[in-house]
């Protein structure tokens, strides 16, 4: 089942809708439980905050939209 992941980036440029991106994996252990952010390596954007780990690292950038000052990058990990 695909899953579609929003990261904020700050430059613009860096990815664009097509772009094959691998995906980099951190944990942090919080009164919630351990949540889980990743980041497009190396260092393009990084996700919020998740419960849910992600069981690929690799996906496709479906788009990429400005919101001021940052970027959004919506990727689609199959």
Do not use: C, H
């Not at 439980?33 to 497009?40: L, N, P």
């Not at 260092?43 to 940052?70: R, W, Y």
Request: glycine share 6%; no cysteine.
């Amino acid at each position: 089942m695909a899953r579609e992941m929003d990261f904020r980036m700050s430059r613009p440029g860096l990815l664009e809708a097509g772009d094959k991106v691998e995906l980099y994996e951190s944990t942090l252990n919080t009164l919630e439980g351990t949540m889980y952010y990743y980041t497009i390596e190396p260092a393009l954007a990084m996700s919020n905050n998740t419960l849910q780990p992600l069981d690929k690292l690799k996906g496709t950038v479906k788009k990429v939209s400005e919101d001021g000052s940052e970027w959004t990058v919506t990727v689609l990990i199959e």
